[in-house]
């Protein structure tokens, strides 16, 4: 009788121990579904920051037309450059001039004077020149802004807020998965530190703000549509006031 039971008690806890490692095994088994690639928290938006190089600081860019509020007919305005400084060279390194009109993508010029047809409405211009990589040149010279209007038209009211004009990267632009972003701007009638402003830059919900000139460079997109905005804030992260204070381009990234 004793036997019997010895012999059952062995069977019954040589059947324990086979649910227990049955039971730790699908419970491994589970852990191991739940880290599907798709559950996978995407990485985040990387943003670097990158101090350009001064070139051409002496350059100057002077606009002899239109002048400043000057009024324009409907249809063709002329626009005269003068530069200084800088090696332009007429429709040989491609498009050395460029121009923003009322906030838009900048439009590339390789001559200094030419005509546009522009509708009716009020203006503002902002050119500048570029280095070798097509970055915009900054400094106080390399770039000159103009109000003027066309037709029956009022001017933009009259203000000594700081803008910036963005010239990296322009609305509906592609880039490569593994191909980094610049973002490249000029600041107009102010200076951040010592007007106590900043830079934030956002892609989608993510952003970086710092208080430099140059530019930020942003890695590790993925794959699609997606809105970036340069706009100017103050040092509690409150956007500027302004018609131009804030810039959003939608970009496209190929996989």
Same mark, same amino acid.
């Given at each position: ?33 739940? =880290? $599907?690639?798709?559950? +996978? /928290? ?8 990158? !101090?350009?190089?001064?070139? #051409? ?61 522009? =509708? $009716?409405?009020?203006? +503002? /211009? ?8 097509? !970055?915009?040149?900054?400094? #106080? ?115």
């Amino acid at each position: 009788m004793k036997k019997i039971n010895c012999f059952v008690l062995l069977l019954f806890s040589g059947f324990l121990l086979f649910s227990c490692d049955t039971e730790t095994k699908k419970e491994e088994g589970d852990q191991t579904n739940e =880290e $599907t690639p798709e559950d +996978k /928290v995407q990485e985040n938006v990387k943003f670097r920051y990158e !101090l350009q190089e001064v070139a #051409y600081p002496d350059a100057m860019l002077e606009l002899y037309s239109p002048l400043e509020n000057e009024a324009f007919e409907k249809g063709s305005v002329p626009f005269e450059f003068n530069i200084k400084n800088y090696p332009f060279e007429h429709g040989v390194k491609g498009f050395q001039l460029q121009m923003i009109i009322n906030g838009n993508d900048p439009i590339g010029y390789n001559m200094p004077i030419f005509r546009k047809e522009l =509708e $009716t409405g009020s203006y +503002k /211009v902002l050119a500048y020149l570029v280095d070798e990589k097509g !970055l915009a040149l900054k400094e #106080y010279g390399n770039y000159v802004e103009r109000d003027f209007t066309v037709g029956d038209s009022k001017p933009f009211p009259e203000s000594e807020d700081p803008y910036i004009g963005v010239n990296l990267p322009q609305n509906g632009q592609e880039f490569d998965l593994d191909e980094e972003v610049i973002v490249d701007f000029i600041l107009v009638g102010g200076d951040l530190k010592e007007d106590q402003l900043q830079i934030r830059v956002r892609v989608d919900e993510q952003e970086y703000t710092f208080q430099e000139l140059g530019q930020v460079k942003i890695s590790n997109l993925p794959k699609g549509e997606h809105k970036v905005s340069v706009a100017l804030v103050d040092e509690e992260g409150n956007e500027v006031p302004g018609v131009f204070s804030k810039s959003i381009k939608q970009i496209m990234v190929n996989g």
